[in-house]
């Protein structure tokens, strides 16, 4: 059970979760990171007393500096700020929820630090893996998945004795705000729509990355490095009402699933006790009031994300790094009405055809992978549809 806990990316929709999910276990706070939202991080830095925050930004770092002088609070700045307060003495637990692969450094340095790890963060999995995964190995760390899929298939995993146990997983997809549409209605959808989710409320790269079902392909990914099973043991199966977080199937066909409603505090809280269970605000289950839930193939003919995603981490090394990378550029363009929707999968296929990748690899490759996946998707968007009408 976490004593005192330092989040990382604080101001986000993990973050802002996780620091409510805290406060009711009575947790205490170290230290809190984000950006550049300097306003959200003077009022909880406030509220929940963290010895040290930080921000990346620098500007955003000096007015925050400026707004705290009254406090004993230390204001750092800069990544190097960020990583200060990952590796943090004081505190046990590390809750990991920065958008992107630009919280794999701060991750490094957690585990470096021996903090056990609450990890939301999925693009740092994606993209670094195999240093992830070795980093906390070596140092002994627990790698605590917060993404509700990934929580369900540990939750369900609870109790398994051998490895060789487990035959593969049911990892569940809403299908998000898009599904059934087809190829040409996608062309001319808007990031308005694309951010309209039918079941979850969270940051907005997220919600575009469960639009394309991109966020699918990571996740399967992540599921790939968290639980050491083979991609073609991951089976994606549509879920519209996310009831059923994701399940497990055992050698004897048996099928242990996690169930609940579609609220992320359950997975966070579930990461900052574990092995522990504790009373939660969140709605109870009633089976009877949903009557039925439904499961369904998803259409990767139409999604290519999950198998483009598929087929990056079959490949192995730095291609899951690559489609990242490109995905980040894309789904922020497509953001910025700068590329359609449709675009965001072709740009990261060309991507994953176009750059370079290495069968092991260091730190240092995984930036050169990640930045020239970007530099293909901005070199080639003009190549690409119709910016979107709004
Ligand atoms: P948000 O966009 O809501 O929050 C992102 C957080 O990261 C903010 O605190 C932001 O600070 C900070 N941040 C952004 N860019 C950087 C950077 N370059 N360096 C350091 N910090 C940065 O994202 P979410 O909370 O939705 O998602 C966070 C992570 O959790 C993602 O990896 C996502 O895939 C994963 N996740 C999210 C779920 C959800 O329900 N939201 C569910 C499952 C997984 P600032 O506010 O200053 O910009
Ligand atoms: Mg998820």
């Known amino acids: 059970m976490t004593k005192c806990l330092s989040i990382l990316g604080s101001t986000g929709s993990i973050g802002t979760q996780s620091l409510d999910v805290a406060e009711r276990l009575g947790m205490r706070v170290c230290c809190l990171t984000a950006h550049s939202n300097d306003r959200l991080l003077e009022e909880q830095a406030r509220k929940y007393q963290p010895h040290t925050v930080a921000l990346v930004d620098e500007a955003a770092a000096?007015?925050?500096?400026?707004a705290l002088r009254d406090t004993s609070i230390r204001v750092l700045s800069g990544m190097e700020g960020v990583c200060v307060c990952a590796a943090d003495d004081e505190?046990?637990?590390?809750?990991?929820?920065?958008?992107?692969?630009?919280?794999?450094?701060?991750t490094l340095c957690a585990i470096e630090a021996k903090k056990k790890i609450a990890l939301a963060n999925k693009e740092t999995l994606v993209a670094g893996g195999a240093l992830v995964t070795r980093k906390a190995k070596e140092n002994g760390v627990e790698l605590l998945p917060v993404d509700s899929e990934h929580s369900a298939i540990f939750q369900s995993l609870q109790g398994m004795r051998r490895k060789e146990e487990l035959k593969s997983i049911f990892l569940t997809a809403s299908g998000g705000p898009f599904f059934g549409k087809t190829k040409e209605?996608?062309?001319?959808?808007?990031?308005?729509?694309?951010?309209?989710?039918?079941?979850?409320?969270?940051?907005?790269?997220?919600?575009?990355?469960s639009a394309t079902m991109m966020n699918k392909g990571l996740e399967l990914i992540e599921a790939v490095w968290l639980f050491?099973?083979?991609?073609?043991?991951?089976?994606?199966?549509?879920?519209?009402?996310?009831?059923?977080?994701?399940?497990?199937?055992?050698?004897?066909?048996?099928?242990?699933?996690?169930?609940?409603?579609?609220?992320m505090r359950i997975p966070i809280q579930y990461a900052l006790t574990f092995p522990a269970r504790c009373p939660s605000p969140v709605k109870k289950l009633s089976l009877p009031d949903y009557g039925k839930l439904t499961f369904s193939r998803p259409d990767e003919d139409t999604f290519r994300c999950i198998a483009l995603c598929r087929g990056a981490i079959e490949r192995g090394g730095l291609y899951p790094c690559i489609a990242n990378g490109a995905n980040e550029e894309a789904n922020a363009l497509f953001r910025q009405g700068k590329i359609g929707f449709l675009d965001i999968a072709d740009l990261v296929e060309g991507a994953l055809e176009a750059v370079e990748s290495k069968e092991t690899y260091a730190l240092q490759d995984v930036f050169d992978a990640d930045a020239a996946a970007r530099a293909y998707v901005r070199a080639h968007i003009s190549k690409f549809g119709i910016p979107n009408s709004q």
């Open 228 to 263: 050491g099973v083979r991609p073609d043991q991951i089976e994606v199966v549509v879920h519209r009402e996310s009831v059923v977080h994701s399940a497990v199937e055992f050698v004897d066909n048996s099928v242990i699933a996690q169930l609940g409603v579609p609220d």
């Open 91 to 106: 505190a046990d637990t590390v809750l990991t929820s920065v958008v992107g692969m630009a919280g794999l450094q701060p």
């Open 62 to 66: 000096k007015r925050l500096r400026l």
């Open 185 to 209: 209605e996608l062309r001319r959808v808007t990031v308005k729509e694309a951010l309209r989710h039918p079941n979850w409320s969270m940051g907005a790269k997220i919600t575009v990355d």
